[in-house]
């Protein structure tokens, strides 16, 4: 089982009262938008990921999720990443998210990004400073 400790860089982002569902716990598809949310503020941020502009955009191939613990508002998620596998077109990144102070991880993940052309949508090479970004937070052996 994963600890905060084996993600390179972290994450806190704030729940939603609209994240809690029926049984008072966060819906298990909001899990994906804190997946998307840490995985792509760290391209931007990290990267320089131009979401708008940029000659690249990256498209979500596969992605998975290990429900291990609940998540509930008003409480912060605090979602760690790291990459398990850069390509020459694609990443594996995997995902931890945990309750704000709370050492237990909550849930485990992967996803998957090919980086495409914007125009043609075909694979493209991913761009320097992204794989820069990626590089600075890959670990070595095998997934989670």
Request: glycine letters at 10%; hydrophobic letters at 40%; a negative charge.
């Amino acid at each position: 089982m994963s600890t905060r400790a084996d993600y390179g860089h972290c994450l806190s982002i704030g729940t939603r009262w609209k994240d809690n569902d029926i049984y008072g716990h966060v819906n298990n598809v909001e899990y994906y938008s804190y997946f998307d949310t840490v995985i792509n503020s760290y391209l931007i941020r990290e990267g320089g990921l131009d979401i708008h502009n940029g000659p690249v955009i990256g498209v979500c191939a596969e992605s998975h999720c290990r429900f291990l613990g609940s998540l509930a508002f008003p409480d912060a998620v605090d979602a760690g990443l790291r990459v398990a596998h850069l390509g020459r077109s694609s990443v594996r990144y995997e995902i931890g998210l945990f309750a704000a102070g709370d050492e237990r991880i909550a849930a485990q993940g992967w996803f998957v990004h090919v980086f495409v052309d914007r125009v043609t949508r075909r694979p493209t090479e991913l761009p320097e400073s992204i794989r820069d970004a990626l590089q600075r937070i890959q670990v070595t052996g095998g997934p989670a």
